[in-house]
């Protein structure tokens, strides 16, 4: 009569030591593989620390950290082909890298300029959306004209744990249940929504029970460990891909910056669960994976930061020395082609400036 | 060539296209078997099936948010909002992708998107099923805003709105879906999105409107020809970018201007047309600007929805009123 | 890893025969008590018989037929108490009267009358809801302010299968789970939304399931029982007056009219499983129980039928007897004080009145 | 009495009234502990406790549905959206409840809500945090909407929101936020919800906005006020329903008339007021409307969002063509 209570088992491929619990999936079998997946997850935190500090500098606006989830995005990244389609939140750096987007852009974007999301090498993925859980929706259809066409291509959409209280997500999961549709939800269960804890957000026992409303496939993993995340992205891409078969995956990890520059996590944090999530944040079980595992020396572990280090300087200069938009761009990209009236409004506002300098 | 009403026109402007372009596909509440709760896309599921005609779940805000993903990878869809009191749910999406995708993406993303909805009051149906909030959208940057008056531009404009390479929020006056019908060349011919519809030439007034209100605007003409008034009759037709420079002109030969429709007077679209009027066109005006439209309460239920809708004695009046202005 | 598949039972007290499954309530013992449910039932029927005879004759606008769903409502009335609250959708003719919603009221309201919902005798439900599952959120609000004063009330509402599409729905349900308030929310599943049939509109295995991705109970129940409705109601109005529980509901039942008398379901529907669904619906079989068990006769069923019909006509008398409002009485209820604005437009339309007559 | 921000006010003003008013409930995201992005409902959670101030979970369409539900009951609740550019999913439950509950039920059932949300630009914001969309809920039957320029009219019109028996959309210019202070007497007095405020006398010409835009105003017509150029400024503060009288009877005097905000220009909240003078104030005006506007585009991200907004220069320049026309 009543509906029962049931546990869903998260699934891990490392304890929080870096130990593997089983064995690697084969497309990780390589040292290189993994280096590569620990290489994006340090580069991603050398970028996410350079980009707060340019905040913090004024050299650009406000800026929502990623600090913590880089393994989803790393493993989210490695999983997809380069003509699925991510459609992103506001926390994708790793696989937004992954996927094309150049650092320059994504700091353009942060820095006020519309030209970062651009994109000169992804033509496909849609930039970051700031309204939560809309982009659930713009998955659905893309993963639609995928099936349309039969192209065997699938769609990953990302969004938050708070993302999952709002009608969109809900909408968007049920429909791509009820059309069968190739996509798959990521689920950063960061454990806040700003300020808001996810047991105010939501009373069910896990937010991969939520596939359960719309009967799709529900799967729960360590967000902090990115051979899991791969796993099971890889799987769910696989289903997507030649059955149609869309996927609700959490993702468990914790956000372990402020929301963005501009919050003040202080004010609302729980310091002993804060302190408790950096002992089990990807980057140092990783390491110890590849110290315990792949001879990882503690001189590879310093050049690759010093790698990304550069990698990131290199972004930053270009990102600075872009220069601004011609005066009046931002009346170009209303229509394919400007109105009477866009044309005159451009033309009076060139005139002011010329007439004031 | 056969006459065919408003909603007829609809259906054929849609199978044209539907047949020379693979990447129509349109989506929405009952537009399947049904056909459509107007009967709008009746037969189609039958001819393109259900790839192509989709009946989605009930849920406005998905609705247009997948339309927005479709359209980013270069289908055409054509969404369906059951009547445009059942829109707002999908606002967030209009207002905040659809309308800013190109903008936001430098042109790498766009939407080619139509989203048609029924609208207007004055055919006794139940609450929630009469407003007009064309304004709405017609402030929204980004967003083409449109709205058929005629068979004949019924057709042409659903054609130039599927095409277009950005979204049109193409709002059908239910009231006159079945009223009249008009010969109409099935030759997939597109009628522009940028300009006004001169129905009636004159030279004492402008009379403007659009949608449903053609009807009463056109009649109020007719009967004021009679007492000797000549009035020019512009149907807007395309709401958003607005095209004044046809408004402009007319009021400068005629001096006086009337302004009709159904939604709410105050904040309306009738306010753009008036305050240019008040701008570029101030030293063209002879009278005062009068608007004559439905008023800012809730649109009655069906008993008393002739109470709100401008009907042909407050047109008349209104004009003669602007007549008598010296 | 993956969400179980599992089965929610349905809830039933009746066979397709009438034939009791198990013991009847205690709140429903005694024979006068079955007679009740079964009056309530018939004079919504017939009720919605005459009304879509009105709408035939031009005498009322389009009036969407509750024919099935009658046990639903008649349960629902019964298992509330007055100083509950109700937020109704539009099929909800049997609750309604049983809260003191005047039937010549309700003819009003969809002869196209505002003061159809002005409620004589009924100051708290909310009136018909026509923007799908937005009443749910009004529900939420409703539990919080009765919570807020801890006044021991709950809320029910009510919605389609359709409804459960929808975003509104979702976030309710979440809110309601997330601040555990004291509302029950009741999905008519009549397997319609106009011509969309249910598995269109959802994967999930059942309605109730849905309430598992909000961490609220679910329930099932055979709609078509008033007796188990009743039931389920009774136990969950019971955890949201103490506990402030709150409960989701599915109740399995069949459109058997149009959606509305606008619509023409003969377009799309499965004549088959309507012809089923004929079979099995409320009045018949709960009638079948009152003569096996309760020496109901058919002079009795007649007499009531009888009865009903009069109370009915004695309302369409009403109804039709209703004189028009005043003037110009749309603009009069648009803010607590009429606006200098409001004022000025309502003197322009009265003057043109005067005018032409 | 103690010199405060607007941000400060509207805080005083929810103490002040939550004290006296037990019905007052404050709910959004992130208005408890974190006291709101802003700051706005800073101390409230800990002076009044969590079933006063709510956090909510992330659904403005449930926030605002269960504002309405509360309302209905008697609560009087105030509703938090965290940026106007998050309001539009909670659009429905505004113009198809909020403001119809009254009317529906021929007022068996009211809705003493207030909606906030923080609006414009010129903070350096991301994307979608720094629209004006005011002209959308003006153009609601039912629905008012108040929008406050300084930390005294912040106190007094968020108390006469928060007592008014209707829904209110109350939209406080975040760009002015923390910027000057002013002493307000926390006295509990409420301002009134049908009046423009005049800031100014001038003879010359009428310039009329409202929210962020009024400190540019004021800067302009100080500047024109050295060039010789005596100028009258009108806060509209509640724009619906508008208190046309005030202006009209400016414009009578100055028979000039410049219009400022920042939301995009066509179909804006200007050209309601542009339309009224077009309609019974033409007879005053020596000169075009002008309105001084955001443009119909997209609002750029911060780095170019000074050449969007309607900034001193361009008043002034508007005021002097307005000055200039004969
Ligand atoms: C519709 C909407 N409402 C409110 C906001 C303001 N806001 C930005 S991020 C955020 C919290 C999101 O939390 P979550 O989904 O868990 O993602 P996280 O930031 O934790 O990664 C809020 C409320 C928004 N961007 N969009
Ligand atoms: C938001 C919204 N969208 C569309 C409609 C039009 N409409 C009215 S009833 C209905 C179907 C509802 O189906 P369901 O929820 O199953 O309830 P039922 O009518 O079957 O009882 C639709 C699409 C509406 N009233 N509201
Ligand atoms: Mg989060
Ligand atoms: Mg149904």
Known sequence: MQVPEFTIETVETLDSEGRLLRPLPGALREREQLIDLYQIMVLTRVFDREAINLQRTGAMGTYPSCEGQEAIGAGIGVAMRKDDVFVPYYRDVATQIQRGVLMEEILLYWGGDERGQKYRDQSQDFPVCIPIATQSCHAVGIAYAIKYRAEGRAVVTTCGDGATSKGDFYESINVAGAMSLPVVFVVNNNRWAISVPLAKQTASQTIAHKALAVGITGIRVDGNDPIAVFEVLDEALERARHDNQPTLIEALTYRLGDHTTADDASRYHDQREYDEARTIEPLIRFKRLLQNEYQWSDADDKALYDDSGKRVQQAIEVYQATSDQAPGDFFDYMFAKPTTDLVRQKKAWLDGLKHHG | ?326
């Not at chain 2, 999406?93 to 766009?110: F, K, P, V």
């Not at chain 2, 009469?130 to 017609?138: C, D, G, L, M, R």
């Not at chain 2, 709002?171 to 008009?182: I, N, T």
């Open chain 2, 1 to 326: 060539m056969a006459e065919q009403t408003l909603l007829e026109a609809v259906n054929q402007a849609f199978a044209y296209e539907m047949r020379v372009d693979e990447e129509v596909v349109i989506l929405g509440e009952d537009v399947g078997v049904n056909g459509g709760v107007f009967r709008a896309t009746d037969g189609l599921i039958e001819e393109f099936g259900d790839r192509r005609v989709v009946d989605t779940p009930l849920a406005e805000s998905v609705i247009v948010g997948m339309g927005i993903g479709m359209a980013a990878q270069g289908l055409k869809p054509v969404v369906e909002l059951q009547f445009m009191g059942f829109i707002y749910p999908a606002i967030d999406q209009i207002i905040n992708h659809a309308a800013r995708l190109r903008n936001r993406t430098r042109g790498r993303l766009t939407c080619p998107m139509v989203i048609r909805a029924p609208f207007g009051g004055g055919i006794h149906a139940p609450e929630h099923h009469s407003e007009s909030t064309e304004a709405i959208f017609a402030h929204m940057p980004g967003v083409r805003v449109v709205i058929p008056s005629s068979p004949a531009r019924a057709y042409g404009l659903l054609l130039a709105a599927i095409r277009d390479p950005d979204p049109v929020v193409f709002l059908e006056p239910k009231r006159v879906y079945r009223l009249g019908k008009q010969e109409i060349e099935n030759n997939g011919e597109a009628l522009p999105l940028d300009s006004c519809f001169i129905l009636r030439d004159g030279i004492d007034v402008t009379l403007v409107s659009w949608g449903a209100s053609i009807k009463e605007s056109l009649e109020a003409a007719s009967e004021l020809a009679q007492q000797g008034i000549d009035v020019e009759v512009i149907d807007v037709a395309t709401i958003s970018p607005l095209d004044i420079d046809t408004i402009l002109d007319s009021v400068s030969r005629t001096g006086r201007c009337v302004i009709v429709h159904e939604a709410a007077r105050s904040f309306g679209v009738g306010a753009e047309i008036a305050a240019q009027l008040a701008g570029e066109g101030i030293a063209s005006l002879l009278a005062p600007v009068i608007r004559v439209t439905g008023f800012d309460t809730v649109m009655p239920l069906y008993r008393y929805e002739q109470d709100y809708l401008p009907g042909v004695i407050r047109i008349v009046d209104a004009v003669k009123q602007s007549m008598e202005y010296r």
